[in-house]
């Protein structure tokens, strides 16, 4: 198996570096120990084409979004009819409203929504109406999950050891970035997920100070961990007992799952709950729907891109045609063939990992032979080096995996044919990189 020349990336990388801070326009697009990323140039179906004209099946989905794979056909010509009667018009239009009764009718806790741009921005937007609903301040947050980047919300969002989070009962507050304002999350609580007597306990003692509670249904920073039997519905009956609001962060799960987010596929109704990234197949767009009375809080939905016309149509378009296709049971066997096929590779080459998706996102974890339980548990457990070493080693046979974690997104373009190959690619770096792991 031959190995990529990528050096045209990489020449374009230390250019585009002169000029533009740490050479990208997310973190997220270039892992700490990435020499360089690949620099792409165009995307179709499952695969993308970097700078060299090397082809690369995709497993990154632009962190999330590429839902329908890149360039998807429908939507590309919602979007030029779109353009077509403007980039941005700042009003209501026909269709924000037919896209807005639509989420109504799709999404389960949605009896009105509102618009952001981005999954941080929207669930800065849930916390401010689920204060102004309850007249209450804190929110609990689970350490380990991510809901933005934002001065309140990027906190404990990961660590390097279990030590650093400190005891489970009372988990230290972590921050991640310089400049960072600790005193803006004085009202930010932390706790372990997945653990229902805790959450109990504390919803209970400081239920007069609680305003929201905010979880991924599915854990999918450092997963997908699943939720253990009756978490969720624990979560929300505990919510409901002390006035307190329930937000689903689904801004990964959403349409991914299901159309109606992780609350249809676990039968689980939040209050307030927050869609992005997959929404709008690759448009910037966020939504945050929930019941009417918080929703109708008082809490103005501002800024100047909100409902941008481009991204309503996308999302029209993303939810027309996943309404029609059979995509969630193809989600369902493409994962498993992936994830399966890992997994035997694995026992093949006794490298210890555990592999499992559910729907569209999936997981590969080294040093684990089962699921995580919580994010200690991956934390203590999870060998990040092996991962680091399979992502690079993939990526210069034409595969790429975010450097996230061991996240794998599929998209409804994803082929049997994209499997079997990736998995050939998968044996030739276990042969490489040996047993006993
Ligand atoms: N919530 C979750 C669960 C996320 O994964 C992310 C992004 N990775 C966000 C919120 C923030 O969304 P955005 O990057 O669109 O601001």
Redesign the pocket.
């Known amino acids: 198996m031959e190995k990529l020349n990528t050096e045209k990336s990489k020449a374009l990388f230390e250019e585009t570096k002169k000029y533009l801070v740490d050479g990208v326009g997310s973190s997220f697009h270039k892992a700490a120990d990435e020499e360089y990323p690949i620099c792409l140039e165009s995307g179709k179906g499952s695969k993308v084409y970097d700078v060299d004209g090397n082809e690369y099946i995709d497993y990154i989905g632009a ?2 979004p590429m839902l329908l794979g890149f360039c998807p056909e429908a939507v590309n010509q919602a979007v030029i009819k779109q353009l077509a009667l403007g980039s941005h018009l700042s009003a209501t239009t026909t269709d924000l409203c037919k896209l807005s009764k639509k989420l109504t009718e799709i999404i389960p806790c949605a009896e009105k929504v509102s618009y952001q741009n ?4 929207a ?1 800065m937007h849930a916390f401010r109406l689920a204060r102004a609903y309850t007249g209450k301040k804190k929110i609990i947050k689970f350490e380990g ?5 934002s001065d309140e919300e990027k906190v404990s969002i990961d660590a390097n050891f279990v030590s650093e989070l400190g005891i489970r009962e009372e988990p230290n507050k972590l921050f991640h970035s310089k400049g960072q304002r600790h005193e803006a999350a004085d009202d930010i609580m932390i706790l372990p997920w997945n653990d229902l007597k805790l959450l109990e306990h504390v919803m209970q003692k400081y239920s007069s100070e609680i305003a929201a509670v905010i979880t ?1 249904p599915i854990m ?2 450092s997963g997908p961990i699943l939720p253990k039997p009756g978490y969720l519905a624990g979560m929300r009956e505990l919510s409901l007992r002390y006035h307190i609001v329930l937000i689903f ?1 689904e ?2 799960t959403g349409f991914r799952t299901a159309l109606g987010g992780a609350q249809q596929y676990y039968n689980v109704v939040p209050d307030l709950a ?1 869609f ?2 997959a929404i709008a197949a690759g448009y910037p767009f ?1 939504a945050i729907v929930g019941k009417k009375e918080i929703m109708e809080s008082g809490v103005q939905a501002s800024g100047t891109f909100n409902a941008n016309p481009i991204a309503v149509a996308a999302s029209l378009a993303t939810i027309e045609t996943l309404e029609k296709g059979e995509i969630y049971e193809r989600f369902e066997s493409l994962g498993e063939m992936l994830t399966k096929g890992i997994m035997e590779l694995g026992q093949m080459y006794n490298i210890t990992l555990f592999c499992h998706s559910v729907s569209s996102i999936g997981i590969i974890v080294f040093g684990m032979s089962r699921p995580a339980e919580d994010f200690r548990d991956y934390i203590e457990k999870a060998d990040v080096k092996t991962y680091q070493l399979f992502v690079k080693k993939a990526r210069e046979y034409g595969i790429r995996f975010t450097s996230r974690r061991g996240r794998i997104y599929l998209s409804s373009q994803h082929t049997e044919e994209d499997i079997i190959q990736t998995l050939q690619v998968i044996k030739q770096i276990f042969s490489e990189i040996g047993g006993d792991r």
């Open positions: 962190f999330g981005s999954g941080t921005e669930n999950q991510y809901h933005g980047w991924e999918c920073d962060d801004v990964i927050v992005a990234k966020a």
